[in-house]
Nanobody
Framework: QVQLVESGGGSVHTGGSLRLSCAAS????????MGWFRQTLGKEREFVAA????????NYADSVKGRFTISRDNGQNLAFLQMNSLKPEDTAVYFC?????????????????????WGQGTQVTVSS
């Protein structure tokens, strides 16, 4: 049974930092690209960042470029989202997701429909 479990969410002030972790189990981790999405109440889930199975390529939403960094540790079956310079508009539930990899070193998935497995989400709250 595949499980993705996020952790590291919390409450910070504007300009603060958080590091989200996503622990994967029940899957061959290197067969999947990983992504982070976020959702606020009443809005659709939106793409935040993605990374290839190898970690060789990453992709970010324009709203987080230069502030967020996605990474992964294939030896530990972990994915991370380092979030710096947080803003109130970053407040959301953050989800990690796994996308079956084509083996590409370059392609990163940014559409929800490309992701097969999802975590339960972790709340991030940024106050001004």
């Amino acid at each position: 049974q595949v499980q993705l479990v996020e952790s590291g969410g919390g409450s910070v002030h504007t300009g603060g930092s958080l590091r989200l972790s996503c622990a994967a189990s029940g899957m061959s981790f290197m067969d999947y690209g990983m992504g982070w999405f976020r959702q606020t109440l009443g809005k659709e889930r939106e793409f935040v960042a993605a990374i290839t199975w190898s970690g060789s390529n990453t992709n970010y939403a324009d709203s987080v470029k230069g502030r967020f960094t996605i990474s992964r540790d294939n030896g530990q079956n972990l994915a991370f989202l380092q979030m710096n310079s947080l803003k109130p508009e970053d407040t959301a539930v953050y989800f990690c997701a796994a996308n079956p990899s084509s083996g590409s070193y370059y392609y990163t998935a940014s559409a929800e429909t490309e992701y097969t497995y999802w975590g339960q989400g972790t709340q991030v709250t940024v106050s001004s």
